[in-house]
């Protein structure tokens, strides 16, 4: 049977306030079972021997509640008992949020974690990490682009990422210096922040681009810059390195990709370039070539001049080599290299105005290399003028297998850009 509480202490405290009339809002209030005044420092002093005070009793959900259902911001200093967490909460503004001044199910707030070094940082994302700390349930994140933590990076302020040690950042902006840090939350609390990690955004792969080819069941030009390809013997799409790429097939002899006319792509000679893209071997070279592209211009005075990328079979070993021709002059480079049959490679072939190079799969270090320092010649190439992928016009080569994911840039990518590209093997579409 449930006791019941004599109202004598209430109904004394009800006529009080009645008595008091407006004025009670200026008077401190005592609640006891003596009738003894209350304390003058206290505007509520309650006293019993044989009772507590309960404070509001609600869910984790009817808390964050309070604020849609007065149509304010908690005041500072409201105090909750959380049914859900087992825990007395206080609202701190200043933290943007409740905090636990008290939970039954735990005995400390855990050990600030150690936020370590970001890692896939590209022009507009990277993942931060950071180590385990003792104790914790969740991380909360800031990120922000002022070292002093002044402002934050769009929803990076206090973010609950949950129980993880990375999280992929987004909404970067390009070759900007971002921090970040977090914190460790358990029921009883939230630890002081960890370390900061300093890291830049990389540059915009996408300046300089002059064309870029995602062939998704098509060969328009993603750039908008209007070089679409034409279709030769109906080359069709199969899955490729991201979405679709162009299939060639086992034994090529009619398809491939192009663009005709002068300067193709806006490209001339004596212009710093880098051509990147993903194949996939489905035959190997036997006896001849395979070719992912090549580029020719006959036309522009004194800039003529031709690259090509080949994949070769030189009396039974393959070769990867890059060359870069003028007139009959050829600066041809060529390295031993097999390309597994059905894996997925990142070719890479840039000019600087002194050397051509070949980088295969992202790496920093060029698998071949060469002096090539001549901007151009008036003289004819004798190679068919345009843009290829998948054929190469001097010997009537073909590519066999797949091509993928096609950029050109009027620029040489730097090592980061590449390895950016390459993104652990998984690729990166246009407009990275």
Same mark, same amino acid.
């Given at each position: 049977?449930? !006791?019941?509480? %004599? ?33 003058? +420092? $206290? ?19 009817? #808390? ?9 911001? %908690? ?10 967490? !087992?825990? /007395? ?14 939970? &039954? ?16 940082? &590209? ?21 922000? $682009? ?34 970040? #840090? ?27 681009? /002059? ?17 679409? /390809? ?5 080359? %069709?799409?199969?899955?490729? #390195? ?32 880098? &051509? ?8 190997? %070279? ?7 592209? @090549? ?23 393959? @070769? /990867?080599?890059?060359?870069? @021709? ?5 600066? @041809? ?8 049959? *059905? ?9 600087? *105005? ?56 009027? #620029?040489?990518?730097? +090592? ?17």
């Amino acid at each position: 049977m449930k !006791k019941l509480i %004599p109202l004598q202490p209430f109904l004394l405290v009800f006529i009080f306030l009645l008595s008091a009339g407006s004025g009670c809002f200026s008077q401190n209030v005592g609640i006891n079972s003596t009738g003894s005044a209350p304390n003058p +420092s $206290a505007g509520l002093d309650i006293d019993f021997t044989n009772k507590g005070t309960l404070i509001t009793r609600m869910t984790t959900t009817e #808390r964050d509640a309070i604020a849609s259902s007065c149509s304010c911001t %908690p005041a500072e200093g409201l105090q909750i008992f959380n049914t859900t967490t !087992k825990c /007395l909460q206080i609202y701190n503004p200043a933290a943007s949020g409740w905090e636990n001044t008290y939970c &039954f199910s735990c005995s400390s707030a855990p050990s600030a974690p150690v936020a370590t070094a970001a890692t896939e940082v &590209f022009s507009s994302n990277m993942n931060a990490h950071w180590n385990t700390a003792s104790g914790a349930n969740s991380y909360r994140l800031d990120v922000s $682009a002022a070292s002093d933590f002044s402002s934050f990076v769009g929803v990076y302020n206090n973010l609950n990422v949950g129980n993880v040690l990375t999280y992929h950042i987004t909404g970067l902006t390009a070759s900007t210096t971002y921090y970040y #840090r977090v914190r460790a939350v358990n029921t009883c609390g939230t630890s002081s922040n960890s370390n900061t990690i300093t890291t830049t955004a990389a540059s915009s792969i996408a300046a300089g681009i /002059l064309a870029y080819w995602k062939l998704d069941g098509n060969a328009t030009d993603a750039t908008g810059n209007g070089f679409a /390809l034409t279709n030769n013997g109906t080359t %069709p799409y199969s899955t490729g #390195r991201i979405n679709n790429a162009a299939d060639f097939g086992a034994s090529n002899s009619t398809k491939y990709l192009s663009l005709a006319g002068a300067s193709p792509l806006g490209l001339t000679f004596d212009m710093p370039v880098t &051509f990147n893209l993903w194949v996939n071997v489905a035959t190997g %070279p036997s006896g001849n070539a395979n070719n992912p592209f @090549q580029w020719v211009d006959n036309t522009t005075t004194n800039k003529k001049g031709a690259y090509t990328l080949q994949y070769y079979n030189n009396a039974g070993t393959p @070769q /990867l080599y890059i060359q870069r @021709q003028i007139n009959s002059t050829n600066n @041809q480079y060529g390295v031993n290299q097999t390309l597994t049959i *059905g894996t997925w490679n990142m070719l890479t072939f840039t000019w600087d *105005g002194s050397n051509i190079y070949l980088y295969l799969n992202g790496n920093s270090t060029p698998i071949v290399s060469g002096a090539s320092t001549s901007t151009g010649t008036n003289s004819n190439s004798g190679l068919a003028e345009g843009f290829n992928i998948g054929y190469e016009s001097s010997s009537g080569r073909f590519w066999w297998g797949l091509v993928d994911e096609v950029g050109v840039w009027g #620029r040489v990518l730097s +090592s980061s850009e590449i390895s950016s590209l390459y993104n652990s093997g998984n690729g990166l579409t246009y407009p990275f």
